[in-house]
């Protein structure tokens, strides 16, 4: 008879070869929604990074003939982002993480090879990696888990914004105190602030928030990634809260569809205060804070590529961390354009859709996801607890950004 250890065995060794099956397979259905966290929960309001693990497709993978994962140049056709000139020019964006990815430098250089990815003009797209005070040693630890979301917001800002500079600024943990301190260097050395984990919410995280207030700079936060949970920092007043899609494309690289992404985190918060600009957006029966904001691609069945050299080579990722990142990249692009910061973001992402759903200013710069949803919520017409706004049509919203900010 097998013993509860020994069933614990099997039940570990089935786990190992699923997978190890997966970490060697190169095509997977696009419907399935089949992953694992970069970093699994340890405990409630633990902070963790909100990247997903599709799939380990190794060193010798090529992504060209890899149909399933989703490429820099189809996320800019997608979103219209290849449409719009500027490329991030003269933009800064600080990526806060925790721990250490040593050969970060060296994986965002493979990945921008793979893909063609470069700034047309010399001197910009610069990437420099330091500590949670602003130093180039000592760095914190390296984490295998972090790695992963490290390599994926690096690799996936260059991919939106390749002329935007990125500061990449390593907290010691993942305690809030930590990233916190991390996060108000960020801000002194960038106009994007883009943070892609969180925790569970709680009464002290108020006293953080005016950490999220920095003349000319956007801080932007991933929702989360259980579903109909609300997040922070994602939930604060001053933060740009990012939810995740399912992106389906056709053949010639249009959209075919996109749908809430059933992980993507969003709901009312318990701790937050209203804020003005979501009068008229959000339900009436939620009277505080409520998220996400805007969506971008980070569900399951739409992951994109990522290189993790002391892992192995590349994987497909996914998650709101990727949605944030690409968020963060679009938001360098409007910064850069218009030559200066913006001052307030937040609030013109929903001037931007003012008479949603039906108004032509709403359907010329957001991409209403009206199908899919998670546990609690369904992505309805308008704005809702998935996708928020939506998704944006880029070569239609940064324009609209640059006019507001006038």
């Known amino acids: 008879m097998c013993t509860s250890t020994c069933r614990r065995c099997l039940i570990y060794w089935a786990a190992l070869f699923a997978v190890s099956v997966l970490s060697y397979g190169q095509v997977f259905s696009q ?48 979103y219209g982002i290849n449409l719009v000139p500027g490329y991030g020019l003269g933009a800064t964006v600080a990526i806060v993480d925790a721990y250490d990815s040593p050969n970060v430098a060296s994986d965002l250089a493979t990945f921008s090879s793979q893909f063609g990815i470069s700034c047309p003009t010399p001197g910009y797209g610069t990437f420099t990696k ?67 984990w969180g925790g569970s919410e709680s009464r002290g995280q108020t006293s953080y928030d005016s950490d999220f207030v920095a003349n000319g700079v956007t801080f932007l936060a991933s929702s989360g990634d ?32 996109e749908t809430a992404w059933s992980g993507s985190g969003g709901g009312c918060s318990s701790v937050e205060p209203a804020i003005p600009a979501q009068k008229g957006f959000v339900p009436s029966n939620c009277s505080r804070r409520a ?24 994987y497909a990722v996914y998650g709101t961390s990727l949605s944030v990142q690409l968020w963060a990249g679009v938001i360098a692009i409007a910064d850069g354009l218009r030559g200066t910061p913006l001052k307030a973001s937040l609030s013109d992402l929903y001037a931007d859709a003012a008479g949603a759903p039906s108004s032509a200013l709403y359907i010329d710069n957001y991409r209403d996801i009206v199908s899919g ?34």
């Open 130 to 196: 330091v500590n949670q005070k602003g130093q180039a040693s000592p760095l914190p630890q390296r984490n295998s888990g972090w790695e992963v979301e490290i390599n994926l917001d690096t690799q996936w800002v260059h991919a939106v914004a390749p002329c935007a500079n990125i500061v990449l600024v390593e907290a010691n943990s993942s305690s809030t105190s930590d990233l916190m301190t991390a996060v108000k260097y960020a801000a002194t050395v960038a106009s994007v602030v883009s943070m892609s």
């Open 31 to 78: 419907g399935d929604d089949n992953g694992y966290p970069a970093v699994p929960s340890a405990g409630h309001g633990e902070i963790r990074p909100h990247a997903w693990i599709r799939a380990r497709l190794g060193r010798n993978a090529q992504p060209n003939q890899i149909t399933t994962v989703l490429a820099p140049s189809q996320i800019a056709e997608a």
């Open 226 to 257: 259980t579903g109909s949970v609300v997040e922070w920092p994602s939930s604060s007043p001053h933060v740009i809260a990012v939810g995740g899609t399912n992106l389906t494309l056709n053949s010639n690289g249009t959209v075919a569809s």
């Open 291 to 314: 998220t996400p904001d805007v969506a971008m691609d980070g569900g399951g069945s739409s992951p994109v590529f990522v290189y993790v050299s002391l892992q192995g080579g590349w």
């Open 373 to 406: 949803g998670t546990r609690k919520f369904s992505s309805t017409p308008g704005w809702d607890f998935v996708t928020g706004l939506g998704s944006p049509l880029v070569n239609s919203l940064v324009p609209s950004y640059l006019v507001a900010q006038q």
